[in-house]
């Protein structure tokens, strides 16, 4: 029941509602009155017909100046129910006028706001107008009559019955809608307060985070990504425009080079470093990556753009491998003297045979100790940018042989059996003295991290567009968790690291770079206990556009 309680939009809803039933009514009657004055002017001034007339208008007036909806709803019924009376008050006054067929407004309004009450009430009361008027207006029954007032309350029955449908019909698709309003309201709360959570989850974390639609243009920015750019967080769009510099922090980017815009083109990419100001007159470090997005039918839905600001890691880096190449460098120098002095010890003829093999030992554990110097002074010279590859037409087979060999000694100290499997005449574009350095690497792991009595094969071969150098051992292995680091510089496996040889850990690593360098990839598979294997393939032709290349 509607009250003074209701929401003000309702209830202005339903007042007008109930005065504009009315004032149809009202105009349809005029025009009506209207009509027979201009035909028959005198049935107008009779008092039935002015009454009803009178009756009509005080109560459109009256319905008009209620406020409906701070009374029972049943109230209204009053409304249609005087209309009827007021129909048969001039249907009395002129019963052959046609003015009977007026009772379908109040029979509709009162079959579609009242359900199947209005529509029983007003059918009751339309056909017992009809019948009540022709009694009072004692008209002669005759068949034409008589057809007439049995038609008209059938019509007004299927009248009243079509109206309760419609109505019914009509409260359903309220009752639907409603539902339906109220769910896609719960939705969207539930998706603000996810966007919120999202929001906060992402202002939580240090790093940036931007979300790009499908035009490229920015949708969601957090507040770190803001203040890495020093960009307005609430303007994302505006990180495609800016400053930037190349890895070495003197080149400026091009606008279609800016991370931001390369994922706008559908880029995806990987820890990309660019240097942006930091706001202070100096520079920051930033690795930007950035992956496509796919919505539900798998058709691309914009990308997301992670950035990281890695400057302290990027000079920490280089802090170590300025103290590895000094380190290195100044422990070099002495060295390179001390193995001199036991080299000319050791030419001297009278040296008696237990000192002579101290001073063996001495001078083997030296250039140990003089090789992995050079090892890690050739690790730190490779951050400062690779030396150009100086390339000639090499024979790969004869570089094998030749590797095996310069550490045969150290291969039959330890009774290990190398075999050379192939050593085909394998022409190649390469750098001699950097394969060499690869095959003695490879070699050399494959001889100290080998069993006593064990064998190692090694062989080149070709397919005349590709050439593969690959060594088997039967030594200890790498575990399959390891493998993934092996390459990663100044790493030693534990296995390594609790045994007796010993090691740099930069071997590996400076071989994949030299291969990558070349064009080629290098792969190992290995299993614990039964050896490892090491591919390494190259183009014969030599790799197209490599960094770094040159020839000599």
Known sequence: MPGSGEPQGRSATFDRSVVLSQLLFGVVLVVVVFTLQLLAASRVTRPEILAGVALAFVTTGVTVFVPWHRLPRSLVMIVPVLDIVAVTLVRVGDPTSGIGLLWV?????????????????????????????????????????????????IALVFVATSAYLTSRRARAQRVLLRAQTRQLERALRRANRQEALLADVLDAVDFGVIRQGRDGSGAIMNRS?????????????????GVAFGEDRATPLLAEALPFNRAAAGEEFDDVVTWVPDGSGGLRALAVTSRRLHDEDGEVDGSV???????????AVRARDDLVASVSHELRTPMTSVLGYVDLSLEDPALPDGVRRNLQIMERNGERMLDLIGAILQGAKQTGGPEPLRREDVDLGEIVVEAVEALRPRSDERGIRVVVTAAEHVRAEVDGFRIRQVVDNLLSNAIKYNRDGGEVAIGATSDGSTAWIVVRDTGIGIPETELPRVFDRFYRADGVRQ?????????????????????????????????????????????VGEEGADVS
């Open 105 to 153: 407004f109040p029979t509709i309004w009162l079959a579609s706001y009242f359900g199947l009450r209005g529509a029983v009430t007003a059918i009751v009361l339309t056909s017992g107008a009809v019948w009540g008027s022709e009694i009072v207006a004692d008209r002669e029954f005759t068949p034409a009559s008589i057809a007439a007032v049995v038609l008209l309350p």
């Open 225 to 241: 990504y803001a203040r890495l750019y020093g960009l307005d967080v609430g303007d994302p769009d505006s990180a495609r425009d």
């Open 305 to 315: 753009t992670v950035a990281r600001d890695v400057t302290a890691e990027l000079r």
């Open 499 to 543: 045994g007796t040889e010993h090691g740099s850990g930069l071997g590996l690593g400076i071989t994949r770079e030299i291969v990558e360098r070349h064009g080629g990839t290098i792969e190992i598979d290995s299993e614990p206990g039964s050896g490892t294997t090491v591919v390494v393939r190259l183009p014969v032709a030599g790799a």
